[in-house]
């Protein structure tokens, strides 16, 4: 069984990220896989007040120590002004740099209240987490005008994109089943900050 979590990228109060997410947990629960949320509203953001970085840090170790156990990841992210939201990047920045995404799989979500479903998001997210040899998953899906478009217990209104996120969903738990049966995900981290 492949253990991923799910990172809803944004501490926004009644996010659509969240939202997302908790439909896609159900989806790769009948895939089989062991998943869970991370969700950033939850991110210790009193405990990195001043800067931190590197240094001893128990509500982050705390936090973190899902994602450094995961065998791959589903980021969800909206789109704020053009990229992804800074609570995502203050979450990167306080994993252990560089080995956080090495050799992990990770997969893409973006929605948005706009026409390109946070496209611009997941590219940039691309960037940083493939600056980190992360396994970029291909298959992304961006979901458009979020609140018309997605249903938190039917999915997606529109056959077609559901069937690309069915799709996604299915295709990433066989993905990361098979890079984990060849040895080539990093192995469990501890710590974190
Ligand atoms: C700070 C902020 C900036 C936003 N900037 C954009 C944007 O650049 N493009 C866009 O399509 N939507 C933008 N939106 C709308 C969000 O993408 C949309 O409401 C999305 O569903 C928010 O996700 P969330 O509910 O998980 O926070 C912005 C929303 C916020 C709160």
Request: a negative charge; proline letters at 5%; one cysteine or more.
């Amino acid at each position: 069984m492949v253990e991923l979590k799910i990172i809803s990228g944004t501490d926004r109060k009644n996010s659509n990220a969240l939202r997302v997410s908790s439909y896609l947990k159900k989806q790769y629960e009948k895939e089989g896989a062991d998943v869970e949320i991370v969700d950033l509203k939850e991110f210790p953001l009193e405990a990195v007040r001043g800067g931190p970085y590197g240094e001893e840090n128990k509500p982050v170790t705390d936090f973190v120590r899902p994602i450094l156990k995961a065998d791959g990841l589903v980021i969800v992210t909206p789109e704020y002004n053009g990229g992804y939201p800074g609570i995502l990047k203050m979450l990167i920045d306080y994993l252990p740099f560089p080995e956080a995404f090495e050799k992990l799989p990770i997969c893409f979500v973006g929605e948005s209240a706009g026409a390109f479903g946070a496209l611009r998001a997941v590219e940039q997210l691309q960037l940083v987490v493939g600056y980190r040899n992360a396994y970029l998953f291909p298959e992304r899906v961006f979901i458009n005008r979020v609140k018309e478009n997605f249903d938190e217990k039917e999915g997606l209104r529109d056959d077609f994109q559901q069937q690309l996120l069915m799709d996604q969903v299915h295709n990433f738990v066989e993905y990361v089943e098979q890079l984990k049966q060849q040895g080539l995900i990093r192995a469990r981290l501890e710590g974190g900050a």
